[in-house]
């Protein structure tokens, strides 16, 4: 994987993140900071797809091995790679695909925007295209 997105601080009553437990596949291989998406039931996986609906940030890293559980972390600051110019303020969004994991937009196409789920966070600084800048997020364990 590349471009992960790295920790900044944790909030949450123990500072932790309120990391949040989910399913995952056993066979899956998960980077420590791999944006996550979220499936039925309480399903997760690494984000491969723009504007998908997101279970948080991997807070641990995974193998391929006999583990089906995995923590994302769901509350924090946390620092990330800008696809596109991202403003101050603004929404963010996964922008991954195979080319470009693990990377955030201010606009995408959405499948449920509505339901707000496809947000992954706020930025918190601005940059132009292919930097790295802050976000916060409190996300659904939260």
């Not at 583990?67 to 990330?80: D, K, L, P, Q």
Request: include cysteine.
């Amino acid at each position: 994987m590349t471009n992960e997105i790295t920790k900044i601080e944790l909030f949450g009553q123990n500072n932790d993140g309120d990391g949040m437990r989910f399913a995952i596949a056993s066979s899956a291989v998960v980077v420590k900071g791999t944006l996550m998406n979220l499936s039925d039931p309480r399903t997760t996986a690494a984000a491969t797809t723009v504007g998908e609906a997101i279970s948080g940030i991997a807070g641990m890293g995974k193998n391929a091995d006999h583990s089906t559980t995995i923590t994302n972390w769901e509350n924090g600051v946390f620092e990330a790679m800008a696809s596109g110019a991202v403003t101050i303020g603004c929404k963010l969004y996964s922008s991954s695909d195979a080319n470009y994991p693990n990377t955030l937009a201010t606009t995408i196409g959405l499948a449920n925007p509505a339901s707000g789920a496809e947000i992954v966070g706020i930025c918190i600084n601005a940059v132009a295209d292919a930097n790295r800048f802050q976000f916060s997020r409190k996300g659904i364990g939260g």
